[in-house]
């Protein structure tokens, strides 16, 4: 069974551009997280789908982030325009539905973002 | 601020030795989990350990946790060269349906052949 897949792995753009990142959960997954990760900090959450639903966007920096999870299948997270405090490590994970009670996230490889 | 924080930052062992990180988070938890990262790999989940609970085994690694101290420590048993890679602590402290994880910044692990 394939895992979660992220495209591209790395990214690099200028300052203003525009990039769009995916990420392909496992079959099957209602859930689906996206997380960040900038140089030198720590893994920060940036939201979470519920099929094609946002359940938290309270870790999303600011206006400029935008996620979407059409059909609740694969998600995209565009950043428009980008600046340089964006360049990280993007990953996604995802996990199963299951109410209270805890299931595993699976994580992807990450896409590296770097902001010129 | 952080949720979890992990010392040492960095660590190199010998194969063999046994390596110990420890994790220490500052709100009430569900659990804790522990993650690897090899380089240019996604995150794996390595265990979790509930907040009932006080020690968990899995293969060559032991968790324990202390909620009355609000830490955690993983102890990674005969080391080997391929354990070389960083070490996450996540705690999940979510009410309901949502599971977001809080992480610590890490410890990066060199086990040296």
């Known amino acids: 069974e394939a895992g979660v897949t992220q495209f591209p792995s790395h990214s690099v753009i200028e300052k203003g551009q525009t990039v769009t990142l995916r990420c392909d959960p496992i079959s099957g997954h209602d859930n689906l997280y996206w997380y960040r990760r900038v140089m030198g900090k720590e893994i920060k959450f940036l939201l979470h789908f519920v099929k094609e639903s946002k359940q938290d966007e309270s870790g999303m920096p600011n206006n400029r982030f935008l996620a979407e999870r059409t059909g609740g299948t694969y998600s995209t997270l565009k950043v428009q325009p980008a600046e340089l405090e964006d360049s990280g490590v993007y990953f996604c994970a995802s996990s199963l539905s299951g109410g209270f009670s805890y299931n595993e996230q699976f994580f992807g490889p990450g896409t590296r973002l770097t902001v010129l | ?113």
């Open chain 2, 1 to 113: 601020s952080q949720q979890g924080e992990e010392d040492p930052q960095a660590l190199s062992i010998q194969e063999g030795e046994n390596a110990t990180m420890n994790c220490s988070y500052k709100t009430s938890i569900n659990n804790l989990q522990w993650y690897r990262q090899n380089s240019g790999r996604g995150l794996v989940h390595l265990i979790l350990i509930r907040s009932n609970e006080r020690e968990k085994h899995s293969g060559r690694l032991r968790v324990t946790l202390d909620t009355s101290k609000k830490s955690s420590s993983l102890l990674i048993t005969a080391s080997r060269a391929a354990d070389t890679a960083s070490y996450f602590c996540a705690t999940d402290a979510s009410a309901g349906n949502n599971r977001k994880l809080i992480w610590g910044l890490g410890t990066s692990l060199a086990v040296n052949p």
